[in-house]
């Protein structure tokens, strides 16, 4: 089966500046997460999707960040403006409805901010 | 609130030895515990993953985990390492009773194998 899809791999940009990344999960993957890693870090929960509802967004700084998931497949996830320590990779998974399903995780997007 | 602990940053052991990777969790149900591998510049793989029944759990690569409820701890093991296992290791842990399946995760123990 196809893995996750994620792009760009790699992104700079400044400070105050705006960025997206794109994420198209395994077909049939009703879970859809974004999750930030900061360098010699843990993946960070920012939102989980199922289907094209949101289930968990406690931890997105909303006041900059957002992301959609269209027609419950491809998500988005956006940053504006961006701030230095949002400098992190920024990681996909999807996973099967169900709570013992692992997750799987695309390539990531690795984002420097100047 | 859920958490999980590696207390270790690293390991190192030598080609053809046993290895041990530590996990500790916190939840406040029943947990749900995984282990994913990261190689450079790669996601992370799934490796091994305890819901339910044998303490003992199997995965890819020759890899297994004891849960150990008690303990709280759910540590990876290998009977002979691989120079190819150098990798970042890292605990997940769901619960099954609240949080919506949220994974939250360790930081991650690196693994190196020498020849």
């Known amino acids: 089966e196809a893995g996750v899809a994620q792009s760009p791999r790699y992104k700079i940009i400044e400070k105050r500046q705006s960025v997206a990344f794109w994420c198209n999960p395994i077909?049939?993957?009703?879970?859809l997460y974004w999750y930030q890693q900061i360098l010699g870090q843990g993946p960070k929960l920012l939102i989980q999707?199922?289907?094209?509802?949101?289930?968990?967004d406690s931890q997105l700084p909303k006041d900059r960040f957002s992301a959609e998931r269209l027609k419950g497949v491809d998500s988005t996830l956006k940053i504006q403006p961006a701030k230095l320590e949002d400098s992190a990779v920024y990681l996909c998974?999807?996973?099967?409805?169900?709570?013992?399903?692992?997750?799987?995780f695309g390539n990531g997007t690795r984002l420097t901010v100047t | 609130a859920q958490s999980v602990a590696q207390p270790e940053d690293q390991v190192n052991v030598a080609e053809g030895n046993p290895l041990t990777v530590k996990c500790t969790y916190s939840v406040s149900g029943n947990p749900y515990l995984f282990w994913y591998v990261q190689y450079p510049n790669r996601g992370l793989q799934f490796l091994l993953k305890y819901i339910t029944g044998d303490n003992l759990v199997k995965g890819s690569y020759g890899f297994e985990a004891e849960f150990n409820k008690s303990q709280t701890s759910f540590h990876l093991k290998k009977p002979s390492a691989l120079v190819s296992d150098s990798a970042l290791y890292f605990c997940?842990?769901?619960?099954?009773?609240?949080?919506?399946?949220?994974?939250?995760f360790g930081d991650g123990t690196t693994l190196t194998v020498k020849p």
């Open positions: 997940a842990v769901r619960d099954m009773d609240t949080n919506a399946g949220k994974s939250t």
């Open positions: 077909s049939g993957h009703a879970t």
């Open positions: 998974a999807s996973s099967l409805a169900g709570y013992n399903s692992p997750l799987h």
């Open positions: 999707f199922q289907n094209n509802g949101v289930v968990d």
